[in-house]
């Protein structure tokens, strides 16, 4: 079972940032968490993974609370491309394991 | 496109049938993995290679399902026998498997419908 709690949907207008919350309060020291979305009919993209402290990229940031029992997927500008599932995966460091998937956040950019 | 590529990107077929898809992994990833997704759910581990060899298997993999990496880079999942509930996209991913964080990368997926 996934180990990570997100809100069904969300709306975001376009140009504005799309905040995106993850609660994984079980989360262990050794655990990272991933991000990924679904474009409808495509294959899961990466988007950013961190630790424990915050992360960006070139796609999106990435706020880790202190206690590491929550997060937040930012997307600072958001555009009509930007709609999609919204995964959250907590994962531990040493690589090979599969990536448990929940049923993620659908986020609609809106005109 | 040096991506994750799978092969055919759509198939019909008929119960009973048996069917075959490939995945080509990023060059020099050793770790290939197989997910299944429904609609409406995430995507649900199916397998897992590293280089040639099958290293864990998930209970949803029935014994109708079999996959192999025979030179440690494409792979190939059959289904024998299909059923209805085979219905899913099948989605592949890679990784180089190394010190440190890895990072799956997943190709567009096979949507496989059963009649």
């Known amino acids: 079972d996934a180990k990570t709690t997100q809100p069904p949907s969300m709306d975001c207008a376009e140009g504005r940032a799309a905040n995106l919350p993850c609660n994984h309060s079980t989360i262990s020291g050794n655990e990272y968490v991933y991000w990924y979305r679904q474009i409808h009919s495509q294959g899961p993209q990466y988007i950013i993974h961190?630790?424990?402290n915050n992360e960006t990229n070139e796609m999106a940031s990435l706020i880790i609370t202190e206690d590491r029992k929550s997060s937040t997927l930012i997307l600072p500008h958001a555009t009509l491309r930007d709609t999609a599932v919204y995964y959250c995966?907590?994962?531990?460091?040493?690589?090979?394991?599969?990536?448990?998937f929940g049923k993620g956040t659908r986020l609609s950019v809106i005109a | 496109d040096t991506g994750v590529s799978q092969n055919p990107r759509h198939k019909i077929t008929k119960r009973g049938q048996n069917v075959t898809f490939r995945c080509d992994p990023i060059?020099?990833?050793?770790?290939l993995y197989w997910y299944r997704q429904t609609l409406g759910q995430g995507p649900e581990f199916l397998t897992y290679f590293q280089n040639e060899a099958q290293l864990e298997k998930s209970r949803l993999l029935s014994d109708r399902f079999s996959a192999e990496r025979p030179k440690g880079s494409f792979s190939t999942l059959e289904i024998q026998r299909t059923e209805q509930g085979d219905s899913a996209m099948y989605l592949c991913?890679?990784?180089?498997?190394?010190?440190?964080?890895?990072?799956?990368?997943f190709g567009p997926g096979t949507r496989l419908l059963v009649l």
């Open positions: 961190g630790l424990k």
């Open positions: 991913a890679s990784s180089l498997g190394a010190s440190g964080v890895e990072t799956q990368y």
């Open positions: 060059s020099e990833h050793n770790r």
């Open positions: 995966i907590v994962r531990v460091r040493s690589g090979n394991t599969p990536l448990v």
